[in-house]
């Protein structure tokens, strides 16, 4: 080993022994008197490692720095200091010069430690003062240290074991600026990486595989004889799998490492900011790709200091809320239906969503008539929105209101979802959702003239054709700039061939209507960015390897980078943010696609349908609240197993209904190719053959009961000329397969005892149909009652005890306020949680309803919203931790 | 003479290799400790609002090697693909760029002392990327300054 080897091996150990300390010194000071002496002597004997190879070294600042460090430590162990705020301050500011001393090995001289060495004297010296380490003992312990390296290199550390006015001067000319806490020091994941032995052999392994592929390859392929050339290829195929998986692995890190900083970050903004705060991590061990664990320290650190910051009050304000003075704000990290989820939720004030539409208003962000319009949701929303701060006195700790916005980008830079839910009194949630890596992503395959394009399905809302006939009415021109109308918005349209300036086939160009002329629009979002992209031909879905562009091409904004296709060709990946600028589209705050479809919902009669036809006369429509998802597939995956149809898909068989079995209907048209309306029946899935989708748009709900009742079908009504059928899924599924239900609970007779009842009440025939399929397809008994009177009856009559209230507002005989009144002044029904279902959504109806008692208040008709709000009321209220009083008082 | 040598071509000496190759009707060569590999990946992907001077992109093994226009360097007009064409592989700082010629031709042995500065004739944009002139049996040889190749226009 010559000398430079034992320098970096020295500071890859100190490293090592750094990167718990902070930590470790945290949890130290969190024990207060009751030391853990094991815990001290962890951190004891790293420092005192760090000394003793600094002082073999001859670093003297190191050396000097672990040397005070190491006496504090020694004196805790001893239990002669106790810790507390002020020694671990001391302990861990000098932790962190220690670490970027260590980092910056060759320039450590050059750092001014004097600071570091008064406190950390002062601390030792007001302990008991019978116990300063002199020198002498000091070298002795270096010594012990430094045999193991080399016997005659012994003396030098001795030699150079500083008295402290020889340590000031000789910093005295050292650069001063450079003498503070350093800050951002880079962490070691930059460069190096760990790989476990086990994932190396594994890979080892694989390549041992690939390069025995290869030579049965060469040889077949040598031999002219083609005959295994497939089970040669489905090796090949395996094992590049196998090492793209490992590969994969090789790139993980746990997420503790960013994590890891937090502790510290907590703790030091609650000094500044007098609040005192408890940082709950939870899922540390959770493994991320490489490149997520560098681009998520930022947006989290921000998160992490909003938190404390603006979420979290101080402890008066606390005490005074009746919370504990002690905050608590919990990370976490957890993997969810192939992405990473993280969590940074705090159980401060919440935020205020009112005094957020105001600030809005006042910073010109929205105008009044768009706040009156916006939802708590979207509203919370607006905190994403650039030039947004609510607190009322900018602090230079969570920045000047650029924060959540500068989140939001760069989350979804990243392909990530950011989204916060937050209640007055209770807290405040962000949630991050992130792809698993960067390096690999999901993609869309499109053509335009002669070249393919990647564009990333994160950046994808959804798709649409329009038909060469609808093309009139659909694509318009504002003033030169064409427009898409859908569901009832106008959607700016950019044609990729003209961004590009690409020759395009002709069947797009705005005024051919020739007969191939479907136009394919995908309509892609980058942050506030929504618009519809138009293509020559969509091909399929890929996941690809993104590689980066040359620097001769980095002035073209339009592409995020390359990757290669199957057939070897390159394909740019598109940066719709990018492509957007270069078609000089107008950055315009676009609506939120869930605005647009929760507007449609929330409007007090109509719900968001879609519409197929089956025969291509005949249409209907489903409730789109009902559908897990839309499969498009070909008419010949269809099986038939004993005059069942079913559909093959994802390794399993999904049950079919054929629309004309099941209800008076002609025949399916038939067809190459098909959709199939998924939806949920308690634990099973059940598709219904859908030939030809229409539309997805909100449809009047004053539909005529009579006409074409039959079970099924809840009722029709006229769409543009068109009688159109509204399907009941649920009774379709029943008609279809009465066994399924015999153990499950009936229409409005409750039949399995152990699951919970809800009691319903809603006056319009439609809803109630709705919401009793919701909740029954969720597992509940339900007990549906077609107004309050009947409903306070029912909740009278004795022995059918329930678990949860379901209300409409506007009803006829007992509105839904009088209903919760009258529960809640029952003593033995006041424990029952009362969510209303409703179109109303002024503040005042809201107002009225929690003084009312209602525990929550739900637009129509948000399936996933209402069975999650059911699921979670009834775990409190089994868990009894939210006492309806409580409740009531916390809201208002 | 020498003066103007020295200008155009850093103090060189010793011998050299030339990787030679037509663009048009010039006969160019590049030092061949420059030139990775020469290959047939001429399908060139192209990039949209790239630089002039970016032909576009290929797929080397896996690697997105960008694509320069040899021809509107030199001020010669736009690249014409034909069956002879080849991509020139070289490395620019650790990044891989191709460049496409009309035609490879052969290696040739040279010593620097051989090289002769361009003519003066030469006019700016050529002369700015050729390093001097080789003298052949039957014709000439400009030996490209690939440092100012690779920087584009």
């Known amino acids: 080993m010559n000398d430079r080897q034992i320098v970096d091996e020295f500071v890859a150990e100190s490293c090592d022994h750094l990167a718990d300390i902070e930590s470790q010194l945290l949890a130290i000071e969190a024990n207060g008197a009751a030391i853990d002496e094991e815990l001290v002597n962890t951190v004891f004997r790293a420092v005192h490692s760090i000394k003793g190879t600094a002082g073999f070294l001859q670093l003297s600042n190191i050396q000097d720095l672990s040397h005070e460090m190491e006496t504090v430590l020694n004196l805790i162990r001893s239990r002669e200091l106790a810790p507390d705020a002020g020694i671990t301050n001391a302990l861990l500011r000098a932790a962190d010069t220690l670490r970027a001393m260590v980092e910056n090995v060759d320039n450590s001289g050059d750092v001014d430690v004097s600071e570091h060495l008064t406190a950390l004297r002062s601390i030792a010296s007001g302990a008991q003062t019978a116990v300063p380490v002199p020198p002498p003992a000091d070298t002795e312990k270096t010594l012990d240290m430094v045999q193991t390296f080399v016997a005659e290199a012994a003396s030098e550390p001795a030699n150079d074991v500083r008295t402290p006015a020889d340590s000031v001067s000789a910093t005295e ?98 000094g500044t900011l007098g609040k005192q705060c408890d940082l709950v991590v939870e899922g540390e061990d959770v493994e991320l ?143 991050l959702t992130l792809p698993l890596t960067l390096a690999i992503v999901p993609s869309l395959i499109v053509r335009c003239g002669a070249g393919r394009f990647a564009i990333p399905q994160a950046s994808i809302s959804e798709l649409v054709r329009v038909k060469a006939g609808e093309r009139a009415d659909k694509l318009q021109c504002v003033n030169d700039a064409e427009v898409l109308r859908l569901r009832g918005n106008l959607l700016p349209l950019v044609r990729l061939s003209g961004a590009l300036r690409l020759p395009s086939s002709g069947a797009n160009t705005p005024d051919h209507t020739g007969v191939a002329g479907n136009t394919n629009i995908i309509v892609v979002e980058s942050g506030h960015l929504r618009y519809g992209l138009i293509v020559d031909a969509l091909h399929d879905s890929e996941e690809i390897v993104v590689k980066p562009l040359g620097k001769n091409m980095k002035d073209c904004r339009c592409f995020a980078g390359a990757t290669i296709l199957g057939d070897g060709q390159v394909a740019l990946i598109l940066d719709v943010a990018g492509l957007a600028a270069q078609a000089s589209l107008a950055i315009r705050e676009e609506k939120d696609r869930s605005e647009s479809v929760e507007t449609m919902a929330a409007s007090a009669d109509s719900q968001a349908m879609l519409l197929f036809t089956n025969a291509s006369t005949e249409q209907f429509a489903v409730p789109m609240g009902l559908i897990s998802r839309l499969e498009r597939i070909r008419g010949d995956q269809i099986d038939s197993v004993g005059g069942q149809e079913v559909l093959q898909y994802r390794g399993a068989s999904l049950t079919l209904l054929s629309l004309e079995k099941q209800i008076r209907a002609l025949p399916r048209a038939e067809q190459q190719r098909l959709y199939v309306i998924v939806f949920r029946v308690g634990q099973r899935e059940i598709g219904l053959i859908a030939p030809q989708l229409t539309d997805i748009r909100a449809v009047p709900t004053e539909i005529d009961t009579t006409s074409f009742r039959e079970p099924g079908v809840v009722g029709s009504l006229v769409l543009e000329g068109k009688t159109t059928r509204l399907l009941d899924l649920l009774e379709l599924c029943r008609a279809a397969h009465p066994d399924w239900f015999e153990h499950a609970p009936q229409a409005e007779t409750p039949a399995a005892p152990h699951a919970p009842t809800i009691l319903l009440a809603e006056d319009s025939g439609f809803f109630r149909k709705q919401l009793v399929s919701f909740l029954q397809a969720d597992g509940y008994n339900v007990l549906a009652c077609e107004d309050g009177q009947i409903a306070w009856d029912a909740l009278r009559r004795p022995g059918q005890p329930y678990d949860l209230i379901v209300t409409d507002l506007e009803m006829p005989h007992m509105n839904g306020f009088d209903l919760a009144k009258r529960v809640k002044s029952d003593p033995s029904l006041r424990r029952l949680p009362i969510i209303a279902v409703t179109s109303l959504a002024s503040e005042e109806d809201v107002e009225r309803g929690r003084k009312a008692g209602i525990d929550e208040y739900l637009i129509k008709l948000d399936r996933d919203q209402l069975v999650n709000t059911v699921a979670e009321r009834l775990r409190l209220s089994r868990l009894g931790a939210v006492q309806p009083q409580n409740t009531t008082g916390r809201i208002s | 003479m020498n003066a103007t040598l020295e200008a155009a071509a850093p103090v060189r ?107 003066a004739n030469l006019n700016g944009a050529q002369g700015r990327f050729l390093q001097g002139i080789y003298e052949l049996d039957h014709g000439l040889l400009a030996v490209l300054n690939m440092e100012e190749v690779l920087a584009g226009n």
């Open chain 1, 173 to 270: 000319t050292a650069d001063r600026g450079n003498s503070t806490r350093p800050t951002g020091h880079t962490p070691a994941t930059e460069t190096n990486i760990r790989v476990s032995v086990r994932v190396l052999d594994h890979l080892m392994n694989l390549a041992g595989e690939l390069v025995l592929s290869r030579n049965q390859l060469l040889q077949t392929v040598g031999s002219k004889t083609n005959g295994n050339l497939d089970s040669i290829s489905a090796r090949l195929n395996q094992v590049t799998s196998e090492i793209q998986e490992a590969v994969m692995q090789t790139r993980l890190q746990v997420v503790e490492t960013v994590f890891s900083k937090f502790p510290r970050v907590v703790r030091d903004l609650c």
């Open chain 2, 13 to 119: 000496s010793g011998d050299v290799e030339f990787v030679t190759f037509c663009v048009g009707d010039l006969l160019l060569g590049a030092e061949i400790c420059h030139v990775e590999e020469i290959n047939r990946h001429v399908d060139v992907t192209p990039v949209a609002h790239s630089p002039e001077w970016v032909l576009g992109v290929v797929n080397l093994r896996g690697e997105v090697v960008t694509v320069l226009d040899l021809r509107w360097i030199l001020g010669l007009g736009n690249n014409v693909t034909t069956a002879t064409t080849r991509n020139v592989v070289v490395n620019a700082g650790g990044e891989r760029i191709g460049f496409l010629v009309d035609r490879i031709a052969d290696v040739v042995n040279a010593s620097w002392s051989d090289i002769k500065a361009p003519p």
């Open chain 1, 289 to 431: 790709d490489k490149s997520i664990i560098e681009a998520i320290g930022d947006p989290l650190t921000h998160l992490i200091r909003n938190a404390v910051d603006h979420g979290l009050e101080t402890p008066a304000e606390r005490i005074a809320a009746g919370k504990s003075p002690k905050g608590r704000i919990l990370l976490k990290a957890f993997h969810q239906a192939g992405k990473v989820h993280l969590v940074v939720r705090d159980d401060g004030a919440g935020i205020d969503v009112a005094r957020i539409r105001e600030k809005a208003v006042a910073k010109g962000i929205i105008t009044a008539e768009q706040a009156h319009e916006l939802g708590d949701r979207e509203s919370l929303r607006l905190i994403f929105r650039p030039g947004f701060s609510t607190a009322d006195q900018l602090t230079n700790i969570s920045g000047r209101g650029v924060g959540m916005d500068v989140v939001r980008t760069n989350i979804e830079r990243l392909g990530g979802t950011v989204d916060v839910d937050s209640r007055v009194g209770q807290g405040t949630g962000v949630n």
